[in-house]
């Protein structure tokens, strides 16, 4: 026999019903331990980039004349690439221009994106479909490629590349804040501020702003990976960063070749090094996302 009350069933009454306690995700605890983690590891490489220079006795463009490819060990705890420079103070230093660039460019790309977005969804009519057909076209490109389009039209630099990436990433947090900001501009409460006598700047700032926030910090953490992806692969085919700056996708495109005669440590480490902060981004974003959802529910 099944017992229903402790099944859950109808037999079950308001005293004799258990409280049911749902473990991980829905109380939190699990979306603790992934935003913890991811910010770890991201304090962890952002740390090392800042003290790069007390963390290694060659600077990330001084060559060797040793010797170029020399084996990690010795005075070169990863070795030197082809040019014959360091390679673990060209990962220490790489890391300030690549965690840069990736938080600069999301951070433009959120300004940008929401400002129009709530233009968009507070005003709506003309101005709604002028800037949706604008996105649309935007967004009907592949991303990378959209993205290989802009930085070939804007060229190399550090402050075109943070450009390009924004440009590329504007429109999905636009399309994210319009659909919220229709959605808060109905509430009652908004209602009652424009009866109040509030100016439309004032109920966009105070009102209809606050709440469309909670999905943007979402995001962008996630975003941050991906700008860190788009920039590597931009300089690995060349329109990014190029030698002898030190960043990782150039890093990774320079020692492509070495891979193949065996000599690794001069594209493996900056490869993993990319893929532990991409990581560590993705978790501190699906942190906020599970934190997110469990206070909905």
């Not at 913890?36 to 060659?58: D, K, M, Q, R, Y």
């Not at 230093?93 to 600069?104: E, F, K, N, T």
């Not at 399309?175 to 409460?189: D, G, K």
Request: charged share 15%.
């Amino acid at each position: 026999m099944v017992d229903l009350r402790a099944a859950g069933g109808p037999g079950e009454t308001a005293d004799t019903a258990a409280p049911v306690r749902v473990r991980g995700v829905r109380d939190g605890r699990f979306a603790n331990v992934l935003i913890w983690t991811g910010a770890v590891i991201l304090a962890v490489v952002a740390l090392a980039a800042l003290f790069a220079p007390l963390l290694s006795s060659w600077g990330p463009e001084e060559i060797d004349p040793a010797g170029n490819l020399v084996a990690p060990g010795g005075t070169h705890l990863l070795g030197t690439d082809s040019n014959g420079m360091d390679i673990w103070s060209r990962l220490l230093h790489a890391g300030r221009l690549d965690l840069g660039i990736a938080v600069s460019s999301v951070a433009l790309s959120v300004v940008v994106g929401t400002l129009l977005g709530l233009l968009a969804g507070y005003l709506g009519g003309w101005v709604d479909d002028v800037l949706m057909r604008l996105f649309d076209i935007l967004q009907a490109f592949p991303t990378f490629i959209l993205a290989l389009a802009v930085a070939a039209l804007l060229g190399n630099g550090t402050v075109n590349l943070i450009i390009t990436i924004a440009a590329v990433n504007a429109p999905g947090y636009a399309r994210l804040v319009r659909a919220e900001a229709r959605s808060v501009r109905e509430l009652p409460f908004v209602d009652a501020s424009v009866t109040a006598g509030s100016s439309a700047f004032g109920v966009l700032w105070r009102h209809i702003l606050p709440n469309c926030l909670t999905p943007v910090r979402v995001i962008a953490p996630l975003n941050c990976g991906w700008a860190m992806l788009t920039l590597a692969g931009l300089s690995f085919l060349g329109l990014g960063v190029s030698v002898p700056t030190a960043e990782w996708g150039a890093m990774i495109s320079l020692g492509n070749a070495d891979v193949v005669a065996g000599r690794w440590w001069t594209s493996v480490p900056p490869g993993l090094v990319l893929l532990v902060c991409v990581l560590g981004f993705s978790l501190l974003g699906e942190g906020l996302q599970e934190r997110a959802d469990a206070k909905r529910r």
